[in-house]
């Protein structure tokens, strides 16, 4: 995988500069460097996810993007009219805060009004937008009602509305999917959906790893504000040598060790009881390792799937906190 | 953009529903209460009911003989008290009953015993009418021509001829103290809730990244200055009624203050508030913006500062608005917007003091709005820990 900083050194691409270019920004609070170095681009009409646990540095990457906070070091740009741009107009940028809320005692429509004008809308232009994605939510009806009479789904929808109204280039969501139950994690993702269709480009960050899974284009793996991978989930499929799980159920589950060593997959774990969930590279023939396991015990049940991005994770993390181990190691720190 | 936000502060307070129902309590409270005033001065209301027992032995004495003829006395000369002569046992039974509200009696002579529940707030009055009949019957004893012991004791008149320009007079300062501390802990409790309520409510960081921290705090000081101005007018408007409607029930109007019928005064006036007004909002503003939690941070008591300020200008009216410290404070950016008012209506001042005292505020709010703009703007995205004055006056200075 090429970094995209590497790749500015290597060789230029030809065509329009990406929509939103970071290069080696760097953001340190009191004592604690929350970003560092971290590089990327956002392609215009793409899903981009920053992933990461919490303290990962992905809120406040997502802060420099829209220009609350400004990096120490490094820079980000913008060509959302195909010059590249220092600081980013905020008219055409969408913006989900982490922290999310909205005035509890204000009418709706009124709310996605004023936020609407603070993105560049008239008044006017803005209450028509805002009726319209009202009525696209099924929220005519209580456009007049106080926000917090809404249940906290349709807030969710009013706070969605409120980041999309202006039509903005690049939509920034900050954790959308936090403090969610899933059926209003499920409307995020197919809110989500709704933009890219629109040609938004979305940039969000998130710890939720299934639902960015089955969102997001191209992932960055961040960890205590480094990136560790970035790319498509099949490029860092490749760059962790993950391969696909097997779940075996058996009449009577054999040994951990025995299964390993007479299959040769690259990791087996328990699943529930009686389950084993074997991890094979990709490519490699389930019919191996299934002839393999019927020596062993009684095999009633077999599913495959994909090494989950969960998985990738924390094998990444694994993997560059041994690296860096023996990086210090080879520094002469103890 | 500033304009859509001051619109939007105005209109999260502004309620003309709540602002008529104001004007109609005000008035209604006036109406009632000026008529319950007009009922307890009347004749008929608050009658004190006074027994009096004039035993044989006082006929003769002075005092005694002057109860006697309170008692007899039409009770209209007597008001608000009525005395009726009583035998002891009687007055004892009526006091018990509460027929009266006391008992005289003269046990020793010269002395008035007053029998009555609690501590009547009518023993002034009562010492008086009672001296005043007793006085007389004195001095006949004595045989003193009460004419000459009238003209002895007369007060020598004082006549006063005023010198020089008549002075403007302090009759409208008080109301304009009462409105200016009033219109000052209005607006910085209003931002002081808004600004630490946004925290709250976690809408900061939606706005931050729409608009600039600088237009934000504008449009915000803009739309709390005008919905303080919008609700001290609904009160002059109630308080207008409410003279109104004192003169339609018959009472003395009382004369408007210079401040209000005198325009060059009003509208130097104007000035000071209206720029004193953003001044302390704009300083406020940044305040309230590095609060963390409003009900365990001591910054919320700053909301005094404002008011001690102003009324620290209103000081000259309890001494020469013109002495030397009222000079200065009305220079001063913080003190001058009630100071240099003070000093118009009382005192002696020339034009161009009032002048510099103007270019002063003016530039003072100038460079506080920069300055608090950067405050603000570190101070609301933060949580948590609350920066010190050492760090807010170094993002101040930040260029």
Redesign the interface.
């Known amino acids: 995988m090429v970094r995209p900083d590497e790749r500015a050194v290597v060789a230029v691409p030809p065509g329009p500069p990406p929509l939103v270019r970071v290069r080696r920004v760097v953001k340190r609070f009191t004592g604690v460097t929350a970003v560092d170095e971290v590089s990327f681009d956002v392609h215009r009409g793409e899903a981009f996810a920053l992933l990461g646990p919490n303290g990962a540095g992905k809120s406040t990457l997502v802060?420099m993007l829209?220009?609350?906070?400004l990096p120490d070091e490094g820079r980000i740009t913008y060509a959302i009219d195909g010059e590249e741009r220092p600081r980013v107009d905020?008219r055409r940028?969408g913006?989900l805060?982490e922290?999310?809320?909205?005035?509890?005692?204000?009418p709706v429509l009124?709310t996605i009004t004023?936020?609407g004008?603070?993105?560049g809308l008239t008044?006017d232009d803005a209450a028509a937008r805002g009726e319209r994605w009202l009525a696209r939510f099924g929220l005519s009806d209580r456009a007049d009602s106080r926000i917090d009479s809404l249940s906290k789904g349709n807030q969710q929808k009013v706070q969605f509305i409120?980041t999309v109204v202006h039509d903005p280039a690049v939509a920034i969501l900050d954790e959308p999917f936090s403090g969610f139950d899933p059926v209003n994690q499920d409307l995020v993702v197919q809110l989500i959906r709704e933009l890219r269709t629109e040609g938004m480009t979305v940039i969000l960050s998130a710890h939720h790893m299934d639902l960015v899974e089955v969102t997001a284009d191209r992932i960055l793996l961040l960890h205590q504000g480094r990136e560790i991978l970035e790319g498509t989930l099949g490029q860092i499929r490749a760059a962790t040598s993950a391969g696909r799980n097997v779940r075996v159920t058996f009449d009577v589950a054999p040994d951990l060790a025995a299964a390993r060593a007479a299959t040769g997959a690259i990791a087996v774990e328990p699943g529930a009881p009686g389950v084993l969930v074997f991890e094979i590279a990709t490519g490699e023939a389930v019919g191996a390792l299934l002839r393999a396991l019927t020596e062993l015990a009684t095999v009633t049940d077999v599913t495959t799937a994909e090494v989950s991005l969960r998985d990738l994770y924390l094998r990444a993390v694994d993997d560059a906190g041994e690296r860096e181990e023996s990086a210090m190691a080879g520094a002469g720190h103890p | 953009m500033t304009i859509e936000i001051a619109r939007w502060e105005f209109m999260r307070f502004f309620k003309p529903r709540d602002l008529v129902v104001t004007v109609i309590v005000l008035v209604a409270s006036f109406s009632i209460g000026s008529l319950a005033f007009q009922w307890l001065a009347s004749p008929d209301a608050g009658v004190v009911g006074i027994a009096v027992v004039t035993p044989s032995g006082t006929v003769g004495e002075p005092v005694g003989e002057a109860l006697g003829a309170l008692a007899a006395a039409d009770e209209a000369v007597t008001a608000p008290f009525r005395f009726d002569a009583m035998t002891a046992s009687d007055a004892v039974v009526a006091l018990a009953a509460g027929e009266v509200d006391a008992v005289l009696r003269v046990e020793v002579p010269g002395v008035v015993e007053v029998r009555a529940s609690g501590e009547p707030p009518w023993l002034g009055a009562l010492s008086e009418i009672v001296t005043a009949v007793t006085v007389p019957l004195r001095l006949d004893r004595l045989g003193v021509e009460p004419r000459a012991v009238s003209e002895a004791l007369a007060p020598v008149p004082l006549r006063f001829v005023p010198e020089g320009p008549a002075p403007r007079g302090g009759g409208g300062v008080t109301i304009m103290l009462v409105i200016m501390l009033f219109a000052i802990f209005t607006g910085t409790g209003l931002l002081f809730t808004v600004i630490t309520g946004e925290k709250a409510l976690r809408v900061t960081e939606l706005v931050v990244s729409s608009v600039s921290p600088q237009t934000w705090i504008d449009g915000k000081i803009l739309g709390t200055s005008a919905y303080v101005i919008v609700y001290l007018l609904t009160y002059t408007i109630g308080l207008l009624l409410s003279i109104g409607a004192l003169g339609l029930l018959g009472r003395e109007l009382p004369t408007l203050p210079p401040v209000v019928t005198d325009p060059v005064l009003f509208s130097v006036t104007l000035a000071f508030t209206v720029l004193g007004f953003g001044l302390w909002f704009t300083l406020f503003a940044a305040i309230a913006a590095t609060v963390s939690d409003p009900t365990t941070s001591a910054r919320g008591s700053f909301i005094m500062l404002p008011g001690a300020a102003i009324a620290i200008g209103f000081l000259g009216l309890l001494g020469d608005a013109d002495a030397l410290f009222f000079r200065i404070v009305s220079f001063v950016p913080l003190t001058s917007p009630s100071a240099m008012p003070v000093r118009l209506l009382i005192g002696t001042v020339a034009w161009w003091e009032v002048a510099i005292a103007l270019l002063v505020l003016a530039a003072s709010l100038v460079a506080v709005r920069r300055a608090a703009g950067r405050v603000f703007a570190l101070g609301i995205l933060m949580t948590g820990k609350e920066p010190t004055a050492a760090e807010m006056v170094r993002w101040a200075r930040r260029v």
């Open positions: 802060r829209c220009g609350i906070l905020p940028i913006y805060p922290d999310r809320g909205l005035y509890p005692d204000a009124r004023y936020l004008t603070l993105r008044r409120a």
